[in-house]
């Protein structure tokens, strides 16, 4: 084994995931969730409900799911206007009073923070998702582990 596959291979997800997690509560407008993501630069957060347990996941993508809904009519369920700033963000501009948990992934994919790192990559590959959760005993979110995180991890392997 090489040393940038050894690098690699001895990291775990408490290694390189976010331990400051930004959540939205499952009872909070779309709009308010729009606030929080576009206030913290991010494209996605766990839901969480009234005792911090998560219970979803809220990303950009369900809000472009929403506004496909509402323009194939199949269902209307808010009217969102979303556009995408060149920082990759999207905006909400308009946003009815529809609650997060009409729109959240209720499918929370989730990693133990001393999995291995690559086992973690694998898991979002077979997935397809962009973000795992880490969550303790309690199911109470304790960090993240986006793409961009085990990208970074890969740079750093890279440059050791």
Not at 16 to 30: E, Q, S
Not at 80 to 107: Q, T
């Amino acid at each position: 084994m090489n040393g940038l596959a050894r690098n690699l291979a001895q990291l775990h997800v408490k290694d390189v995931m976010t331990p400051r997690v930004v959540t939205v509560a499952v009872n909070n407008t779309m709009s308010e969730a729009a606030d929080v993501f576009f206030e913290h630069e991010i494209t996605g957060a766990p839901v969480v409900d009234e005792l911090g347990h998560c219970v979803g996941v809220l990303s950009a993508t369900d809000f472009v799911h929403s506004k496909a809904e509402e323009l194939d009519g199949r269902e209307k369920t808010g009217n969102f206007l979303c556009s995408r700033h060149p920082s990759g963000l999207y905006s909400i501009d308009e946003v009815r009073h529809d609650l997060v948990r009409d729109h959240m992934s209720p499918a929370v994919q989730s990693m133990d923070r001393n999995a291995p790192l690559l086992m973690a990559a694998r898991c979002m590959c077979d997935e397809h998702v962009h973000r795992l959760l880490v969550i303790d005993a309690r199911g109470s979110p304790v960090g993240i582990l986006t793409s961009l995180d085990v990208i970074a991890a890969m740079v750093a392997a890279v440059e050791d």
